[in-house]
């Protein structure tokens, strides 16, 4: 089983950046596909960005890329989000998934308690 703690959130005006991180408990963690997602008020929770495992495979969804990078940091166990460009549609609670390595939250079987991200315009 597996700890996710994120952190990085707060109030950013449109066109900054934020970086989220997402610090895992477990030795495993290298074995482990990351994924981030999010929620906004009244919305299903969405798929952002995945990294596989080894950190040489990642996807993004249409609507952040190229604005935004996942990496990940094995002598850390973290995995990050590099959000640049914001816009105030990225507002949302983000979260941090491990688990196979797709786009569906029900996929997910270890969740992180979700950060904050409000971009004002």
């Known amino acids: 089983q597996v700890q996710l703690v994120e952190s990085g959130g707060g109030l950013v005006q449109a066109g900054g950046s934020l970086r989220l991180s997402c610090a895992a408990s477990a030795r495993t963690f290298r074995w482990y596909n990351m994924g981030w997602f999010r929620q906004a008020p009244g919305k299903e929770r969405e798929f952002v960005a995945t990294i596989n495992w080894s950190g040489g495979s990642t996807d993004y969804a249409d609507s952040v890329k190229g604005r935004f990078t996942v990496s990940r940091d094995y002598a850390k166990n973290t995995v990050y989000l590099q959000m640049n460009s914001l816009k105030p549609e990225d507002t949302a609670v983000y979260y941090c998934?491990?688990?196979?390595?797709?786009?569906?939250?029900?996929?997910?079987?270890?969740w992180g308690q979700g950060t904050q991200v409000t971009v004002s315009s």
């Open positions: 998934a491990a688990g196979p390595l797709g786009t569906s939250p029900e996929e997910y079987a270890y």
